[in-house]
């Protein structure tokens, strides 16, 4: 009996680090892939360049989960924990290297809520520049977690890596570890640019070229807009965006340049008196009189109607009766 509880304890408690692994209670949150995705895609990239795949760690997973929730909390990506600690004095905090010596790195997104196709825009845009893909290909980490939050509006993605760093007298005599300077840097968008937002046009218009690794979310977020409005007044979808895109963001008040004029000097010729002055001609109005229409009628208006009235009785009784006539 003591050895059936014994078995089924073990089955529980390895059910629970699978759960815990997955991530199943709270994996998804308003993204439209899992943690499984994200280090799937990780471990495509890796295989590219010809690196192993990283493993699943379920201390990077919650630590990794853990920063995303924090994120959503303050509604904000950010590299920096709740104290202002950074992902090296996580890793140390959460024991994962037994006191050995570690590497560890995080790359960060945040989405807005609603928009498909996020895994790619991660992997190959938002990350897509040397620091963050150089962290998703050095080959020094071995371990990955990932996190997943939202606070309603914006999805929240923490990628977490990290690696034990093998001693001298550790490392095989016949086994190389390739150092991060040999990996290659990515070959398309190896360049991201600034988020800065761009000065209005003479007519107050504003536009926005779409640089490396820029989403219309972020875009949105540098000029304070909504990202749908964005959409809507351009006639784009949200997530099908390009590389030196014109995107309109608003028209602005053009800035009014103010000229002081510079002080004159007060002529010195005579100027003349008003009253010296030949005035204009003055025109004279013309009246226009309107002859009044008479309101009553007169007594040979009254004849005259008469007249025509009697004329017109007498020729419908003279129709009738030729009518009459020619039916006998």
Same mark, same amino acid.
């Given at each position: 009996?003591?050895? /059936? /509880?014994?078995?089924?304890?073990?089955?529980?408690?390895?059910?629970?680090?699978?759960?815990?692994?997955?991530?199943?209670? #709270? +994996?998804?949150?308003?993204? %439209?892939? =899992?943690?499984?995705?994200?280090?799937?895609?990780?471990?495509?990239?890796?295989?590219?360049?010809?690196?192993?795949?990283?493993?699943?760690?379920? *201390?990077?997973?919650?630590?990794?989960?853990?920063?995303?929730?924090?994120? &959503?909390?303050?509604?904000?990506?950010?590299?920096?924990?709740?104290?202002? @600690?950074?992902?090296? &004095?996580?890793? @140390?905090?959460?024991?994962?290297?037994?006191?050995?010596?570690?590497?560890?790195?995080?790359?960060?997104?945040?989405?807005?809520?609603?928009? $498909?196709?996020?895994?790619? *825009? *991660?992997?190959?845009?938002?990350?897509? %520049?040397?620091?963050?893909?150089?962290?998703?290909?050095?080959?020094?980490?071995?371990?990955?977690?990932?996190?997943?939050?939202?606070?309603?509006? !914006?999805?929240?993605?923490?990628?977490?890596?990290?690696?034990?760093?093998? @001693?001298?007298?550790?490392?095989?005599?016949? !086994?190389?570890?390739?150092?991060? @300077? %040999?990996?290659?840097?990515?070959?398309?968008?190896? #360049?991201?640019?600034?988020?800065? =937002? !761009? $000065?209005?046009?003479?007519?107050?218009?504003?536009?926005?070229?779409?640089?490396?690794? +820029? $989403?219309?979310?972020?875009?949105?977020?540098?000029?304070?807009? %909504?990202?749908?409005?964005?959409?809507?007044?351009?006639?784009?979808?949200?997530?099908?965006? /390009?590389?030196?895109?014109?995107?309109? *963001?608003?028209?602005?008040?053009?800035?009014? #340049?103010?000229?002081?004029?510079?002080?004159?000097?007060?002529?010195?010729? =005579?100027? $003349?008196?008003?009253?010296?002055?030949?005035?204009?001609?003055?025109?004279?109005?013309?009246?226009?009189? /309107?002859?009044?229409?008479?309101?009553?009628?007169?007594?040979?208006?009254?004849?005259?109607?008469?007249?025509?009235?009697?004329?017109?009785?007498?020729?419908?009784?003279?129709?009738?009766?030729?009518?009459?006539?020619?039916?006998?």
């Amino acid at each position: 009996m003591i050895h /059936f /509880f014994h078995k089924l304890s073990c089955v529980i408690l390895q059910i629970l680090v699978i759960l815990s692994i997955t991530g199943f209670t #709270n +994996q998804k949150q308003d993204a %439209d892939f =899992t943690a499984f995705d994200m280090i799937s895609a990780v471990n495509n990239i890796r295989a590219i360049k010809g690196l192993p795949p990283v493993q699943i760690n379920s *201390i990077i997973m919650a630590i990794a989960q853990d920063h995303s929730d924090y994120q &959503a909390s303050i509604s904000r990506s950010s590299h920096a924990g709740r104290s202002g @600690e950074i992902v090296i &004095a996580r890793v @140390e905090a959460s024991g994962y290297s037994g006191g050995r010596k570690f590497v560890a790195g995080e790359n960060v997104a945040g989405l807005d809520v609603g928009i $498909t196709g996020m895994l790619p *825009i *991660i992997v190959n845009e938002i990350w897509s %520049d040397p620091v963050h893909y150089g962290a998703m290909v050095n080959p020094k980490y071995t371990d990955a977690g990932v996190g997943i939050a939202s606070d309603g509006k !914006t999805v929240y993605v923490t990628l977490n890596l990290a690696g034990i760093v093998e @001693e001298d007298g550790d490392k095989p005599a016949d !086994t190389a570890s390739p150092e991060l @300077e %040999d990996v290659e840097e990515p070959g398309i968008n190896p #360049n991201i640019l600034p988020l800065f =937002t !761009t $000065t209005p046009k003479p007519d107050g218009a504003v536009y926005h070229t779409v640089g490396f690794g +820029q $989403t219309l979310g972020t875009i949105a977020r540098m000029y304070g807009v %909504d990202m749908y409005d964005l959409a809507n007044i351009n006639s784009i979808e949200p997530d099908k965006i /390009f590389v030196g895109q014109n995107i309109f *963001i608003r028209y602005e008040t053009p800035l009014t #340049n103010t000229v002081t004029p510079e002080p004159t000097a007060i002529s010195s010729a =005579t100027i $003349t008196p008003l009253s010296s002055l030949t005035p204009f001609p003055v025109l004279a109005s013309t009246v226009i009189e /309107f002859t009044p229409i008479p309101d009553v009628i007169t007594d040979t208006d009254l004849r005259k109607i008469g007249v025509v009235v009697i004329f017109m009785v007498c020729s419908i009784f003279f129709v009738i009766f030729l009518y009459v006539r020619k039916l006998h």
